[in-house]
């Protein structure tokens, strides 16, 4: 058995109810947006090809439940992830002041290895409704500061306002785990070709 770099990161979105996990997973790997509302149950993921300085990986992207009663989700499933998601909604401020949950939640339940340097990515959605805006820009950028630098983008699932360049850093910052360790992995998810230009599979847990 040769080793080999690692070709698929584990992506895990966080946030309450209705900020737009699921949206902002299907803007970016589907191009595709509905104003319809389904709760997610239990978690759903996506897969999507990206090429991260010259070689072509995997993002398996795994959407939450947001809803408490949908949520199911043990320390197995956290552990193994390359990079968390959390999401709010910038009129939401109450989705705003639960991120310190999600985060020690997935902190608790994930136990990375190296929790103070595990890369987290803070994105605040619907920005199209930035009319609406109650959680100000400089305090998300204070939040991230203050807990280690994360990276922030504001975001919009509806208009796709900067989800690509958003994916790109979640991608870089999932892959710069493994610096210094080369890891055998072996392939779990085979793609299934949906669409000639975008290569996606769905799948579902718990
Ligand atoms: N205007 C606007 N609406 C959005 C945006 N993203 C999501 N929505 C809407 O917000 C609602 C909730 O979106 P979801 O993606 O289902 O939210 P979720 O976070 O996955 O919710 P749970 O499954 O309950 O955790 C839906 O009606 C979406 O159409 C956005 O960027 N702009």
Redesign the pocket.
């Known amino acids: 058995m040769a080793s080999q770099k690692k070709q698929l990161f584990k992506i895990i979105i966080l946030?309450?109810?209705?900020?737009?996990?699921?949206?902002?997973m299907?803007q970016y790997v589907n191009a595709r947006?509905?104003?319809?509302?389904?709760?997610?149950v239990g978690a759903d993921f996506m897969a999507k090809e990206v090429m991260i300085d010259d070689r072509m990986v995997t993002l398996q992207i795994w959407?939450?439940?947001?809803?408490e009663r949908?949520q199911s989700l043990g320390g197995a499933f956290y552990r193994g992830a390359d990079c968390c998601v959390l999401?709010y909604d910038i009129t939401n401020p109450k989705s705003f002041d639960s991120l310190d949950s999600w985060r020690d939640e997935f902190l608790m339940q994930g136990q990375p290895k190296d929790p103070e340097h595990f890369p987290f990515v803070v994105l605040g959605?619907?920005?199209?409704?930035a009319t609406e805006r109650k959680v100000q820009e400089s305090k998300s950028q204070q939040w991230c500061k203050s807990h280690g630098n994360i990276q922030f983008f504001e975001?919009?699932?509806?208009?796709a306002t900067n989800i690509e360049q958003a994916f790109q850093d979640i991608a870089k910052a999932a892959a710069s785990q493994e610096k210094d360790e080369e890891i055998f992995f072996p392939t779990t998810v085979t793609l299934t070709k949906q669409d000639p230009k975008k290569q996606t599979k769905q799948g579902g847990c718990c």
């Open positions: 946030g309450d109810s209705g900020v737009g996990k699921t949206s902002l299907n947006f509905t104003q319809q509302y389904r709760a997610t959407d939450t439940a947001g809803q949908f999401v959605n619907k920005l199209d409704k975001v919009s699932a509806k208009d």
